[in-house]
């Protein structure tokens, strides 16, 4: 998290939407600050600084009160701290099912749930599967990371995607040697775990739905386009987008859309992750493929590296 500005939180709010929102060049930042001023007199501080964040008009950005502002001011900062991030669940006409829930969390709190996941994943694939299919449809966002490093095994070796920055920035996430990079540098959570799966799974069939946001659309994103990938269920919420943190003088922060997410191929994402098959019953529809690409020889070489094409 960025370090707090000099100013009042309000204005601290107004300096850091128009320095590093994504859209910010589209704001009328005069009629905006007005009425934010009003807003400030009438209805308060916080009132005011999600009046400016609405106006950056990425759907996506948020103030986080300070501790100790009430259950209902917390609730709707749609900020909340996850135990669990992810849960083996009933297979599906024996295709294993992995749930990826939201999640966020302090660092030591993200090794620990990267290393369970991770562990699910081994333990899925500690014998031969064709396939596996990930849940991402209640996933309404959070951390990424832990979820990208878990499951680092089912991708491809080099580059998974990106965020682009106002000012044209790639910040390029990578995966080399089994571990997961970003902007030229290791991730952290590579740390957290050593161990591999026995096996690949050689299809991966992703399921998403509306309620699928942010982290829950960027890590799909990543996944989709891969050979061995396919997406079922019903279009995203539309906000894959990278946020910044910032903290306010009030003790409090403003998450601020900074960049938007690139796929493998170099398409940007500014609106919902849509399926490669819609469908209200995804768990059946996924299973189904993956049965199919396993019955028709279909599946992919089992001596290529995890997640090879």
């Known amino acids: 998290m960025a370090a707090v500005e000099r100013g009042s939180s309000l204005d601290v709010t107004l300096q850091l939407a128009k320095q590093h929102g994504y859209y910010a060049d589209r704001v009328d930042w005069p009629q ?3 009425k934010a001023k009003l807003l400030l007199t009438s209805r308060g501080e916080p009132a005011a600084i999600r009046f400016v964040l609405e106006a950056l008009g990425d759907r996506h950005s948020s103030y986080i009160p300070p501790t100790g502002e009430t259950a209902d001011t917390v609730k709707n900062s749609n900020q909340k701290s996850e135990k669990l991030l992810s849960e083996t669940r009933t297979p599906v006409a024996g295709i294993p099912v992995i749930r990826i829930l939201a999640w ?11 290393r369970s996941l991770r562990e699910q994943l081994n333990s899925v694939l500690s014998v031969p599967r064709c ?4 849940d991402f449809s209640n996933n309404r966002g959070g951390n990424m990371w832990p979820t990208l490093v878990g499951l680092s095994p089912l ?5 998974l995607g990106s965020f682009k920055s106002a000012q044209d920035e790639a910040r390029l996430i990578e995966k080399w040697q089994n571990k997961i990079f ?5 991730h952290n959570l590579n740390s957290a775990i050593t161990e591999q799966p026995t096996y690949p799974a050689r299809r991966i069939a992703i399921i998403v739905g509306p309620f699928s946001a942010s982290s829950g659309e960027i890590v799909p994103i990543l996944l989709q386009g891969q050979q061995n990938v ?3 269920g019903q279009p995203t919420a539309g906000v894959a987008t990278a946020n910044t943190s910032f903290s306010l003088p009030n003790g409090g922060s403003v998450n601020i859309t900074t960049a938007l997410t690139v796929d493998r191929h170099g398409e940007i994402v500014e609106t919902r992750l849509m399926p490669d098959e819609e469908t209200l019953r995804p768990l059946e529809t996924a299973a189904n493929w993956v049965m199919r690409q396993c019955q028709s020889g279909g599946a992919l070489n089992t001596h290529l590296p995890f997640g090879g094409e």
């Open 32 to 34: 905006i600050e007005t």
């Open 131 to 134: 396939g596996i299919i990930l």
């Open 104 to 114: 966020s969390g302090t660092s030591q709190q993200a090794m620990a749930v990267t």
């Open 182 to 186: 970003y902007r030229g540098e290791s």
């Open 155 to 159: 991708l491809t070796e080099g580059l």
């Open 230 to 232: 396919r997406v079922f």
